[in-house]
């Protein structure tokens, strides 16, 4: 980016300064700023697997894989390939793709229960219009979201959210009005709300995995799915973490509970923008063209995004999901080893490859509970202390761990040396 157009020197200080010249911030999305850890951010020249490179050459062992999309790492040569492949093809044409196809018949064959998906650009397009959806095919108006979980930054779900919200500190967003939110309910994540038949959807992340990690109780999606049926409302998972990061068919399979919407994103994309809403063919039917229910996007379906899915998906058999678990598993008992040895208080919730990091005695159940242990300032210590020792955590304690099929014994040790030499400096 820098030469004859911007002398800017190469190096995260001066590209960070500049940046904050030309963009609100210095970033395009808040959590990288540091804004909640405090520093500099460090600019990414290339990603090699399990590793980034910035732009002053320090190699970083990575865990944010862009928060969730690079469950194979970064650059991957069959991905590599394949949006090589379709880019000499032409970029975005504003007709139907075979890929696109391709892309729906495997979400389907993958995920139970999905019948019919529609291809968006993000995981905000996604759940956003999965709740337009749900409200034009029950006539309803209300909404239920769960405290702490992020739905991306659509007004009637940007209220009491997870991720960047969180970390801003934030009740919500300024800009938001309140008829946005009106008919939006928010619960405590972990319990069931009671609902009556003005509820058209209760949105909830199966996993919640923008307030560090927080696993749903025994009974929780069970009690969700049984007291919407009771009133005639939908179920609407989002997915757009756990889908097809769990488990080839995400957290459907993975809990045994069915939801009425899905919404997806990250891994779906392969590194390229890309989300997804699905559903039954019945409800489905209530989408324009065939219903009344708009949704339209340009570079909805786009061939390079459909590209980098189809060969991201192609690499996510059974077994490399057993992969991903063991490594989680790995990294787990070896930080929390390393936690126990330098006597830190920290609980790592897993639940398959996903994890999280807190520094308190029991893991959270709910929003409350993490804002608590997230805002005792541990994070951003340890957070530098392993960024200087070479591993690159979210800069936020609401983000979660993502492993990726890149990591192997050799990070998972060099990760776990680090967490041991960085924790004693935490006592």
């Excluded at 032409?90 to 696109?100: D, K, M, Q, V």
């Excluded at 991720?163 to 009740?171: C, D, E, I, N, T």
């Excluded at 591993?391 to 040790?413: K, Q």
Aim: with cysteine; aromatic share 8%.
């Amino acid at each position: 980016m820098t030469g004859a157009t911007d002398p800017t020197p190469r190096t995260n200080a001066a590209l960070f300064a500049r940046a904050c010249e030309l963009i609100p911030g210095g970033v395009n999305s808040p959590v990288r700023s540091f804004r909640s850890v405090g520093g500099t951010p460090y600019f990414v020249e290339r990603g090699e697997g399990a590793w980034v490179v910035d732009v002053e050459g320090r190699r970083y062992i990575d865990y944010v894989q862009s928060y969730g999309p690079g469950i194979a790492g970064h650059a991957h040569p069959d991905v590599v390939a394949a949006v090589a492949a379709a880019a000499a093809r032409g970029t975005s044409y504003g007709a139907p793709t075979e890929n696109e196809v391709r892309m729906a018949a495997e979400m389907i064959e993958r995920v139970p229960g999905l019948e019919m998906v529609r291809l968006v650009s993000s995981g905000t397009e996604a759940t956003m219009s999965a709740i337009r959806l749900a409200r034009g095919h029950t006539g309803r108006n209300r909404i239920v979201k769960f405290a702490g979980c992020y739905h991306g930054h659509a007004d009637a779900l940007l209220v009491a959210g997870g991720s960047g919200v969180a970390q801003q500190g934030l009740a919500g967003s300024a800009g938001v009005t309140p008829g946005a939110v009106a008919d939006t309910v928010v619960a405590p994540y972990n319990q069931v709300p009671e609902l009556d038949e003005t509820v058209a959807v209760v949105c909830v992340e199966p996993v919640a995995a923008n307030m560090g990690l927080v696993a749903p109780e025994p009974g929780f999606l069970a009690g969700l799915r049984a007291a919407c049926d009771e009133v005639g409302a939908l179920l609407l998972f989002d997915e757009v973490i756990t889908g097809f990061r769990l488990c080839r068919g995400g957290a459907t399979e993975w809990f045994g509970v069915r939801p009425d919407l899905w919404c997806f994103g990250k891994v779906i994309g392969g590194g390229l923008p890309m989300g997804a809403f699905g559903a039954s063919r019945e409800i489905m039917s209530s989408l324009a063209p065939l219903g009344e229910v708009y949704q339209a996007g340009t570079l909805s379906g786009n061939p390079l995004a459909t590209a980098a899915g189809l060969a991201t998906l192609a690499l996510c058999d059974d077994d490399a999901y057993e992969q991903l678990t063991a490594t989680a598993t790995a990294l787990q008992e070896g930080m929390l080893a390393a936690f126990a040895d330098a006597g830190v208080a920290a609980v790592m919730p897993r639940v398959g490859p996903l994890l999280g990091l807190f520094f308190t005695d029991r893991a959270p159940r709910h929003f409350d509970e993490a804002k608590a242990a997230a805002d005792n300032g541990m994070y951003p210590r340890f957070f530098h202390l392993m960024l200087e020792r070479g591993v690159a955590l979210a800069p936020g304690a609401y983000e979660a761990i993502f492993v990726s099929l890149a990591h192997g014994p050799d990070e998972i040790d060099a990760t776990v040396a680090a967490c041991r030499s960085a924790a004693a400096e935490l006592v």
